[in-house]
Nanobody
Framework: QVQLVESGGGLVQAGGSLRLSCAASGSIFSIAAMGWYRQVPGKQRELVAVITSGNTNYADSVKGRFTISRDNAKNTVYLQMNSLKPEDTAVYYC???????????????WGQGTQVTVSS
C-alpha cells in the first residue's frame, strides 16, 4: 500500500510564494516519477510539473515561476511556487508513477489534494 500525503497549501496574496510537499509512504524501493497536478471546479485536472530521476517538465503557465524537486531518500517531492497569480488557485494533487515496493508494483497513485488560493 502506497500513500501520498500533501501539505503546504493555503491562502496567499498575488505575488506571494508557497511551498508544497508530498511524502510517499509504504514499503517503497523506488519511484520512477513524481509530479503535481491541479484542478479547478468544472475543469479537467492538468499537469503542473513532473520530475523523474534526471528530468523536469513544466506546464507553460508556470515555467519560470514554479520549481519542482525531489528527495529520493525521503520519497518526497516539493513544489516551490513563486510569483503566484489568482489563476493559480486550484486544488493541487501529488502523483507518483512507477512505484516499486517490497510486495510489487504500483503503476499510479494520487494524494488527497491540497487547496491553494491566491487572492488578488
Amino acid at each position: 500500500q502506497v500513500q501520498l500525503v500533501e501539505s503546504g497549501g493555503g491562502l496567499v496574496q498575488a505575488g506571494g510564494s508557497l511551498r508544497l510537499s508530498c511524502a510517499a509512504s509504504g514499503s517503497i524501493f523506488s519511484i520512477a516519477a513524481m509530479g503535481w497536478y491541479r484542478q479547478v471546479p468544472g475543469k479537467q485536472r492538468e499537469l503542473v510539473a513532473v520530475i523523474t530521476s534526471g528530468n523536469t517538465n513544466y506546464a507553460d503557465s508556470v515555467k519560470g515561476r514554479f520549481t519542482i524537486s525531489r528527495d529520493n531518500a525521503k520519497n518526497t517531492v516539493y513544489l516551490q511556487m513563486n510569483s503566484l497569480k489568482p489563476e493559480d488557485t486550484a486544488v493541487y494533487y501529488c502523483n507518483a508513477v512507477g512505484v516499486r515496493t517490497t510486495t510489487g508494483w504500483v503503476s499510479n497513485c494520487w494524494g488527497q489534494g491540497t487547496q491553494v488560493t491566491v487572492s488578488s
